[in-house]
């Protein structure tokens, strides 16, 4: 059975900081791994995707790696700003009984940016 | 960009009665699901549907239906209510995709209390 662990579970640090988000799982047989973006009382919002045959992607001060073999995925925030806080999510792609798929998503890292 | 959308914010409902939770696509996809999100257990999938009248069970579809009668709409049913469906209710939705590398696009979700 797949399972998705993110740690920490909570993280504060002072604006200005690069910072990495974990995320990592048990069966390496994905077909893609999602970060998203949780602010408080709302939902998500997709950041990055990273299929299963890539390493990396990045989008502005993001990057997000995958690494399928040990089953981890980091996601690198740089220089954070107080904006940026909100709960980090991962999930991964698994298969299913229909061409859908399923989402298997981690408890979420909680990030506060200090100004 | 696409858009989904649910119905209600917020929504407080008494025990025993049925609620309706709406969802509503505008790009055409033909995979919606439903996530219930709660502290410590995260995102659990209800219930999905890969195109109109179809549907599956996720991994805790018990006290739930849904519909899907039209292909931009999803609707939960919570056929009598009980306060431990008090919950944050998330719809989601992707393209059809056999390689199952697209993403899911969340809506804002509903944040219902039974009493």
Redesign the interface.
């Given at each position: 059975k797949q399972e998705v662990t993110q740690i920490p579970a909570a993280l504060s640090v002072p604006e200005g900081e690069n910072l990495v988000l974990n995320c990592s799982f048990t069966d390496s047989a994905i077909?893609?791994l999602?970060w998203?973006r949780q602010d408080p009382?709302?939902?998500?919002?997709?950041l990055l995707?990273i299929?299963s045959s890539q390493r990396e992607q990045t989008s502005g001060r993001l990057n997000a790696s995958l690494d399928k073999s040990s089953g981890r995925s980091t996601l690198y925030i740089a220089a954070s700003q107080p904006g940026d806080s909100a709960t980090y999510?991962c999930?991964v792609?698994i298969?299913?009984?229909?061409?859908?798929?399923?989402?298997i998503?981690?408890?979420?890292t909680t990030l506060q940016v200090k100004p | 960009d696409v858009k989904?959308t649910q119905s209600s914010r917020y929504l407080v409902k008494r025990t025993g009665e049925k609620v309706f939770l709406e969802c509503v696509q505008d790009m055409d996809h033909e995979?919606m699901?439903w996530y219930r999100q709660d502290p410590?257990l995260?995102?659990r999938?209800i219930y999905?549907s890969?195109d109109v009248k179809m549907k599956?069970k996720?991994d805790i579809p018990e006290g739930y239906s849904v519909s899907r009668e039209k292909k931009e709409r999803f609707s939960l049913i919570l056929e009598s209510a009980s306060t431990n469906q008090t919950s944050?209710y998330?719809c989601?939705s992707?393209p059809?995709?056999?390689?199952?590398?697209y993403?899911?696009?969340?809506?804002?979700?509903t944040?219902l209390t039974v009493t």
């Amino acid at each position: 059975k797949q399972e998705v662990t993110q740690i920490p579970a909570a993280l504060s640090v002072p604006e200005g900081e690069n910072l990495v988000l974990n995320c990592s799982f048990t069966d390496s047989a994905i077909y893609n791994l999602q970060w998203f973006r949780q602010d408080p009382g709302k939902g998500l919002t997709s950041l990055l995707l990273i299929q299963s045959s890539q390493r990396e992607q990045t989008s502005g001060r993001l990057n997000a790696s995958l690494d399928k073999s040990s089953g981890r995925s980091t996601l690198y925030i740089a220089a954070s700003q107080p904006g940026d806080s909100a709960t980090y999510l991962c999930a991964v792609r698994i298969g299913g009984s229909s061409n859908t798929g399923k989402l298997i998503f981690g408890q979420g890292t909680t990030l506060q940016v200090k100004p | 960009d696409v858009k989904v959308t649910q119905s209600s914010r917020y929504l407080v409902k008494r025990t025993g009665e049925k609620v309706f939770l709406e969802c509503v696509q505008d790009m055409d996809h033909e995979n919606m699901f439903w996530y219930r999100q709660d502290p410590g257990l995260g995102l659990r999938l209800i219930y999905f549907s890969y195109d109109v009248k179809m549907k599956e069970k996720g991994d805790i579809p018990e006290g739930y239906s849904v519909s899907r009668e039209k292909k931009e709409r999803f609707s939960l049913i919570l056929e009598s209510a009980s306060t431990n469906q008090t919950s944050m209710y998330l719809c989601a939705s992707s393209p059809f995709d056999a390689g199952r590398s697209y993403e899911q696009y969340f809506g804002p979700g509903t944040r219902l209390t039974v009493t």
